[in-house]
Nanobody
Framework: QVQLVESGGGLVQDGGSLRLSCTAS????????MGWFRQAPGKEREFVAG????????YYTDSVKGRFTISRDNAKNTVYLQMNSLKTEDTAVYYC?????????????????WGQGTQVTVSS
């Protein structure tokens, strides 16, 4: 049974930082592209960042470039999202997802497995 478990969300002030973690089990982690998505109330789920199987290449949506960093530790079956200079518009539920395709995709429909999500709230 595949499980993805996110942690690290919380309440932070504008300009603050958080680090999200997502630990996977039940799959060969190094065989999967990993992505972070987010969903704000009343909005569609959107791609935030993705990382290739080896961790050698990363992708970001434009609104988080220079502020967020995705990384992975295949020995720990864990992917991270370091979020700096947080803004109120970053408030959302953040999800990690796993995809066995060979390259990073930005559509949520392409991903095979999902975590339960972790709330990130940025206050002004």
């Amino acid at each position: 049974q595949v499980q993805l478990v996110e942690s690290g969300g919380g309440l932070v002030q504008d300009g603050g930082s958080l680090r999200l973690s997502c630990t996977a089990s039940g799959l060969t982690f190094s065989n999967y592209i990993m992505g972070w998505f987010r969903q704000a109330p009343g909005k569609e789920r959107e791609f935030v960042a993705g990382i290739t199987r080896s961790g050698g290449t990363t992708y970001y949506t434009d609104s988080v470039k220079g502020r967020f960093t995705i990384s992975r530790d295949n020995a720990k079956n864990t992917v991270y999202l370091q979020m700096n200079s947080l803004k109120t518009e970053d408030t959302a539920v953040y999800y990690c997802a796993a995809d066995q395709y060979y390259r990073v995709m930005t559509s949520p429909r392409e991903y095979d497995y999902w975590g339960q999500g972790t709330q990130v709230t940025v206050s002004s």
